[in-house]
């Protein structure tokens, strides 16, 4: 078990409820990267050798300190990156969850595949780990990301070397602390406070197979192209702009509580949240007053607090500004805003916000707004609304609402996304494959996919 330390000023705890730098981390040296690769590779050639019921026994005890930890949890990442505490209890327990999930079905998944042989023989399809992985995981959960990561991996015999962003340097020592708890061998799971550039070292080497990326559309690119030039796989899991389509509703305080909590959760820092209401001309005006109305209401509030009616900061003063930059764009190029004030006192915390009167002519139309701000479209038709769901290069997910739940169907069936849903924000489980299409990345996270991804699918051949 590595936990590399972090040259000063990249990793750190800076509370975003006071711009407080609380502690700093030194990044790691490249004597400690050519360590962790080493240990993360001889890790490899014994896990392998467990059975995989060996391996999910372990796992499952890993799931069990999530659940055992998980006030302890929430705790950290609201102070690293502003989560209300109750979202983050909610963020361990559904790793729990999906620690529990693959550890549970991972001998279905892996087992052999029998194929229906034209020659006579026998012919199966064999998963079977392909050694050290590289993660890169992102702010906004710091725990989730990692979990349906490492999960699958973990129980099919990979190993793991991961690189947490530069907030979140105590919920990965955490992390790390848990697996070696919970009887994970030496070297199989290894957090380090890596640089960008060792980052490209250890994706080039020779002891590494694959990296799975959540983050950005630049960063995702970065990624891509180091894991390209040097014939690796890589998952990506980027930005996304999802349409979240309201075609009618016969409860109107019901549908703008919903879309408002959705857009609202984790303060708005959600890949997949509904960033693109898009409302039926008939309903439109009520809908948005009542948008209007709960961004108006909502206070500011502690991440102890946050809930019901109090917001919580964004994940850093950097994330904040850049937030409020491109709102003021938006108003500048002529559109409404309502809210979205950004805080005087250095803090990370901006008011929930409602923008209106997007055209596409406007940087706010290609843009992913990440944080708390709900933009609404009108549109008069069920095709009209489709047009513009489908207008972005993203592809993350989507959603159709209507009491007609053929005509949300139909719609929903036409989405350009990895994920679309009927009269729900999203499916969510362990069990839910989690992916997007166009810029929004590629490969599968979580459900029987999960583990699907870095895997050597071999074909096994017995004539007869």
């Known amino acids: 078990m590595s936990n590399v330390g972090s040259a000063a000023g990249g990793y750190r705890v800076e509370n975003p409820a ?174 380090i406070y890596a640089t960008h550039e060792q980052i490209e070292t250890v994706i080039a080497d020779d002891r590494v197979e694959g990296v799975s990326l959540t983050g950005s559309e630049r960063a995702g690119s970065a990624v891509a192209a180091t894991a390209g030039k040097n014939l690796k796989k890589a998952v990506l899991e980027l930005g996304g702009s999802d349409p979240y389509i309201v075609l009618d509703t016969d409860n109107m305080d019901e549908a703008v509580d919903t879309a408002w909590g959705t857009r609202l959760y984790n303060t708005g820092q959600v890949c997949n949240a509904n960033k693109r209401m898009i409302v039926m001309n008939d309903i439109y005006d009520d809908f948005v007053s009542g948008l209007t109305k709960r961004a108006q209401d909502w206070t500011k509030g502690t991440p102890d607090e946050a809930g019901d009616g109090k917001y919580s900061p964004m994940s850093s003063r950097g994330a904040a500004e850049n937030l409020r930059k491109q709102l003021d764009r938006a108003v500048e190029q002529g559109a409404k805003l309502v809210g979205g004030e950004l805080a005087s006192d250095g803090s990370a915390y901006v008011s929930p916000a409602v923008l209106t009167g997007i055209t596409s002519d406007m940087d706010a139309y290609r843009e992913e707004l990440f944080g708390p701000v709900a933009t609404v479209y009108k549109v008069s038709s069920d095709d009209e609304a489709l047009t513009l769901a489908n207008d972005t290069r993203f592809g993350l997910g989507g959603a159709v609402f209507s009491k007609d739940e053929e005509r949300a169907a139909k719609l929903a069936q036409r989405l350009d996304v990895g994920m679309t849903n009927v009269n729900t924000p999203g499916g969510e489980g362990a069990e839910i494959p989690f992916g997007g299409t166009k810029r929004s990345g590629f490969g599968r996270e979580l459900g029987p996919y999960g583990m699907d991804e870095f895997v050597n699918k071999r074909m096994y051949y017995v004539a007869d």
């Open 18 to 191: 006071t711009g407080e730098v609380v502690e700093r981390f030194d990044n790691a040296t490249d004597a400690q990267i050519e360590e962790t690769l080493d240990a993360a590779h001889k890790g490899f050639l014994s896990w392998r050798e467990k059975t995989i019921e060996e391996r999910g026994a372990i796992v499952n005890k890993v799931a069990a300190l999530f659940g055992e930890r998980k006030e302890e949890l929430a705790t950290v990442i609201a102070l690293e990156m502003g989560k209300p505490v109750a979202e983050g209890i909610e963020e361990a327990e559904f790793c729990e969850a999906i620690f529990n999930y693959y550890a549970d079905n991972g001998p279905k998944f892996a087992a052999d595949e029998p194929i229906e042989s034209m020659s006579g023989g026998k012919a199966f399809i064999q998963r079977r780990p392909v050694g050290a992985l590289l993660g890169i995981m992102p702010w906004n959960f710091p725990y989730y990301q990692v979990a349906r990561f490492a999960a699958p991996n973990l129980v099919l015999g990979n190993t793991i070397i991961l690189k947490h962003a530069e907030i979140c340097p105590r919920s990965s020592a955490i992390i790390a602390d848990i697996m070696k708890e919970a009887g994970v061998p030496e070297g199989v799971y290894n957090n």
